[in-house]
C-alpha cells in the first residue's frame, strides 16, 4: 500500500527560513517592523519599541520652552553612539554647534562598579590596548559584547568629540536654502544610503529637522510647499531604512494647515512646559516641583499593520 502524502497548506509557515541580521541601534518587532530607538527608553516602551523604520515622527514645539530640543537631543545621541548616519537640519546659520550639546550616556551601575573595582584594572589597561586594533568606534556602545538599544543619557555631560566629527554627520543649515528643493536633495542624497530591503540592515540613517517653519526661513509663508515637502520626505523615508524627526511651532501655521501636517505624520508628539505655580496640577502629581513639562503622544505608528 503507498504511503499517504502529507499535505501542506499554502499558509504553512516556513521555518527553515533563517531571520534577517540587523545592525547595531535596531530592533525586531511584530509583523516584520525593525525599530529604531528614540534614545528614551521610557518612551520607546509607550511607543511600542521606538520609531519604525520608514516612518515620520512630528514634534509640536511649545511656544514658552525648548522642551522639543531634549527629543532632539537623545534622538540626535543615540544614533552617534551606535555608529548611526545623522543629517540635521536647523534654521541657525551653523547648525554643526549644536551638535555639541549633544548628552553623552551616563555610565551603568554596573560600569561605575567596574570602575572603582582595583581589582579589575589590569583588565581595563588589556582593554584600552584593544581599542589601538580595533577602533574606539567598534568598543563604545557595547555592553559584555552586545551593543544598547536605548542608552540612558546624562544631559550635564557632553557627547565625546570624536562622535560628532565623523564622516556620517550632514549639517545643513534651513538659512543657506533658498528654496524647499534644496533641502529636498540633501535629504534624498542622504536616503540613497540607506535603501529599503528585504534582507538584513547593516545601517541605519536618522534624519532630525528642527522648527521648521521657523520665520528666519525664506519660505515660511509658503505653506503648499511646506506642505509639499511633508509629504515628499515621508515618502523617500517609507522606501529607505530611516526615520525622519521634524519640530515645528504650530502658532506659526493658520488651523488647517496645522492639521494637515498632523496627519501627514506617523507618530506624533507634542511638549507642552508646566507652569511654575500650578497648585491644582500640584496636588495631584507627585514629584511636580522635578517636572518642567509634559510630552504628549498623539499618534502612535502603524507600520506593516492592517491599521492605520
Known amino acids: 500500500m503507498a504511503a499517504a502524502k502529507t499535505r501542506t497548506s ?19 518587532g511584530p509583523n516584520g517592523t525593525v525599530f529604531l530607538s528614540s534614545g528614551i ?19 509640536m514645539e511649545d511656544a514658552e520652552a525648548p522642551h ?38 551616563a555610565a551603568s551601575k554596573d560600569d561605575k562598579s567596574r570602575e572603582r573595582d582595583p581589582d ?54 534651513i538659512q543657506d536654502c533658498p528654496d524647499l528643493s534644496t533641502l529636498r536633495d540633501r535629504c534624498a542624497t542622504f536616503l540613497s544610503q540607506f535603501p529599503r530591503n528585504d534582507g538584513s540592515i547593516s545601517c541605519a540613517g536618522r534624519i532630525a529637522i528642527q522648527s521648521f517653519c521657523a520665520p528666519q ?39 488647517s494647515f496645522c492639521k494637515r501636517w498632523q496627519h501627514m505624520a506617523d507618530t506624533l508628539l507634542s511638549v507642552k512646559a508646566i507652569q511654575d505655580e500650578d497648585k491644582e496640577l500640584a496636588q495631584l502629581l507627585t514629584g511636580y516641583q522635578d517636572m518642567v513639562g509634559f510630552l504628549n503622544v498623539h499618534k502612535v505608528a502603524r507600520i506593516n499593520t492592517q491599521v492605520y
Open 10 to 28: 499554502t499558509f504553512s509557515r516556513n521555518l527553515s527560513t533563517a531571520a534577517p541580521s540587523h545592525g547595531p541601534g535596531l530592533k525586531c
Open 41 to 59: 527608553p521610557d518612551l520607546d516602551k509607550i511607543l511600542g519599541g521606538g520609531f519604525p523604520l520608514g516612518s515620520l515622527v512630528m514634534v
Open 68 to 105: 522639543h530640543m531634549l527629543l532632539l537631543r537623545n534622538f540626535m545621541a543615540q544614533g552617534l553612539v551606535l555608529g548611526q548616519h545623522l543629517l540635521y537640519s536647523s534654521p541657525a546659520r551653523d547648525p554643526r554647534g549644536f551638535l555639541g550639546t549633544l548628552p553623552s550616556p
Open 120 to 173: 579589575q584594572e589590569k583588565g581595563l589597561r588589556i582593554a584600552w590596548q584593544y581599542k589601538k586594533y580595533f577602533g574606539e568606534n567598534q568598543l563604545d556602545g557595547q555592553r559584555d559584547g552586545k551593543h544598547e538599544y536605548s542608552n540612558e543619557f546624562d544631559l550635564r555631560k557632553p557627547l565625546e568629540r570624536h562622535f560628532i566629527n565623523g564622516p556620517r554627520i550632514d549639517c545643513v543649515s
Open 217 to 255: 526661513c525664506a519660505y515660511s509663508n509658503m505653506e503648499w510647499d511646506m506642505l509639499s515637502f511633508i509629504r515628499s520626505l515621508k515618502s523617500m523615508v517609507r522606501s529607505s531604512n530611516s526615520v525622519a524627526i521634524i519640530t515645528f511651532p504650530p502658532s506659526l501655521l493658520s488651523p
